[in-house]
Structures are given as C-alpha cells and as structure tokens.
C-alpha cells in the first residue's frame, strides 16, 4: 500500500491549496489585497483547481491563470 502524504493550506476567504505528494490543487482560488499581504504571489503551479461556482470570490479569472500551467486541469 502506498503513502500519500496530505497537506492543507488555507489561503483566505474560501480557498485552499491541497498538496497530495507532487499533486497540487487548489479550491475556489480568489487573490485579494489582504490575501496577497498573506500569502505570497509565488503559489505552486496547479495540477486541478477546482471552482464550485462563478461569483468573483470562487472564479478569479486572474488567480487562476496566476497558478494555470499546461495540463492543469480545471473543474468548475
């Protein structure tokens, strides 16, 4: 059987950055001033990022090509 191992990491408001051995996904990814003070501009390319729905604070177009490389996948 084979280990996985998990993090979670709460990036403001309602995202997450969940890091499964070398998978990053990232969970309704939103990038606001006070989270950009948080959390640094640099976050791991994603692998999934998953968007639960459209308002502006669950589908930031432009945090989400901040982390979109080729191949991610994105589910919405």
């Not at 950055?17 to 070398?22: H, K, T, Y």
């Not at 948080?38 to 976050?43: E, M, N, S, T």
């Not at 639960?52 to 080729?70: G, L, M, W, Y």
Request: charged share 30%.
């Amino acid at each position: 059987m084979k280990r996985v191992s998990i993090t979670i990491r709460w990036l403001g408001h309602a995202s997450f950055q969940i890091r499964a051995d070398e998978m990053i996904i990232y969970l309704d990814l939103y990038r606001s001033k006070q989270l950009r003070e948080r959390v640094p501009d640099d976050l791991d390319p994603a692998s999934i990022i998953l968007v639960t729905h459209s308002h502006n604070d669950h589908c930031f177009p432009q945090a989400i090509d901040e982390v979109r490389k080729e191949g991610t996948k994105v589910i919405a």
